[in-house]
């Protein structure tokens, strides 16, 4: 039945009433209700399953919701104050009826000059050989002719000049969170110039290409430089999106000694802006931003990344000093594995935790168990008693040198667990190929370097000097750390 139109089931119910009545008259009223309840079950609306917020501007809220979920996970203010206030632009961005432009381009090729065409009056300075504009400067709204949105010019700082990086690296902040680009040039293409209009539409930037200053070429010329543009930027762009204007005209001396000024020429660049602002004004803002929100999302993670790293390094260090003063101090050797095995457990739970994972006691005793069995395997251990052993046989009697030395060594050791453990967390509670034993090669072969054992060695030097001169009572004091981990629940 549901292969036919509802139409096509009212007719047929229709058509079995009327020969029903003309039958057996007699049962024409419980005909026609069934005729009326068959209508209403089958012209019943479907039901219809949710709506996925697939339109841009829900996709635009709902990342800027996330982002700003993340950025109060920042610890460090002023980081986090400054990625706040870019996520309050964003949702300014996404409010307010209005266009952003980015005039950009070479120095002095004449976008101020542009600017104060479509403003009708002298915005910027004018006239310096290098460019002039040392900072982006906001101008506007204005109403362009048959355009539906006003639009908010940017007149950016040159790029590609000697000397310029950092009014380069300006203009291109400026031009990445604009709308609209409008980018000038007042001669052929260079291939900077080309490789920056093909990595900023690669990036989603919507472009129009201006070539300025046509009043200073022949007419034949202007036509050639216009197609050969439009042939070089095919690829990126549409013919309709390179004009040809003169917003400021040489002046022109008249017979009489009188002095002319031409008015700009930049009508066909109005109008292309208009139509393309009337087409895709909205969608460049809301893309525009979403564009924006993704960028502002990767430095917050980037952030949060890094601010993770610094905090699963101070646990690891934390715990190796910890774990070296530890066997330092005990007695026995049993004691010394039972210590190891206590902190290395509340290590992993602790880097876990840092890293948004959280695993149980067993789990963090069957990883520890694990890996001390792939230690075993290792002969590294020996590599860094030897070297401990020279370090420290100068400096501390003999009577302290072998507890020293196993310090260093568990020192050692909790570091290279720590490493494998975070490595472990960062690939979703998995080893990874290769297992745990290539996890802990991985970390030896990070660790081994001569550079880091010597600065590794000094610092553990430094540190048994001071157990060493720290006296019975600093032991016993350093001991007490297994009873506070709870040793008696790890289970060896």
Known sequence: MGSFSRWQVALGLTLVALVGILVWPGMALLVMGA?????????????????????????AVANLQAVTAQIGEVQDEVARETLAARAAELQKA?????????????????????????????AGAIGAAMGTTLLGEVYGPTVLPGCPLPVQWID???????GGEAREQLARELAA?????????????????????????????????????????????????????????????????VVAIAARPAAVKLPDGAVLKPRPKIGELAERLATLIAEEGSALVVDNVLLRSHRLATDTQT???????????????????????????????LMDLLAAGVLNAQMAREIGQAMGREISLGQAKEMVGALSQTLVGIGAAKGIARLATAALSATLPGILLRGAVQGVVAA?????????????????????????????????????????????????????????EAGENDRVKTTDVISSHDAKDFDR
Request: charged residues 15%.
């Open 94 to 122: 996404l409010q307010q009826d209005c266009l952003t432009a980015v005039v950009f381009g070479t120095g002095s090729a004449g976008k101020t000059s542009l600017v104060n065409a479509f403003l009708g009056q002298e």
């Open 303 to 333: 952030i949060l990344l890094n601010q993770q790293e610094r905090q699963v390094e101070a646990i690891v260090e934390r715990y190796q000093w910890l774990a070296a003063g530890t066997v330092f101090a005990a007695p026995l050797p």
């Open 156 to 162: 950016c700082p040159g790029v590609f000049e000697a």
């Open 412 to 468: 050692y050791l909790t570091r290279i667990a720590g490493g494998t453990f975070r490595e472990y967390f960062r690939q979703g509670e998995a080893w990874g190929e290769g297992g745990m034993a290539a996890a802990v090669a991985q970390q030896f072969a990070l660790h081994r370097r001569d550079a880091f054992l010597r600065k590794f060695v000094q610092e553990a030097v430094h540190r048994a000097i001071a157990w060493g």
């Open 177 to 241: 969170i604009a709308d609209l680009l409008i980018f000038v040039l007042d001669g052929d293409l260079t291939q900077s110039e080309a490789q920056a209009l093909q990595d900023f539409c690669a990036i989603g930037k919507r472009l129009v290409v201006a070539f300025n200053k046509t009043d200073l070429y022949l007419p034949s010329d202007v036509s050639a430089i216009v197609t050969n543009l439009r042939t070089r930027l095919q690829a990126v762009l549409t013919p309709a999106d």
């Open 35 to 59: 005729l009326v309840a068959g209508l209403a079950l089958f012209w019943r609306p479907a039901p219809q399953g949710p709506i996925a917020p697939t339109e841009p501007t829900a996709a």
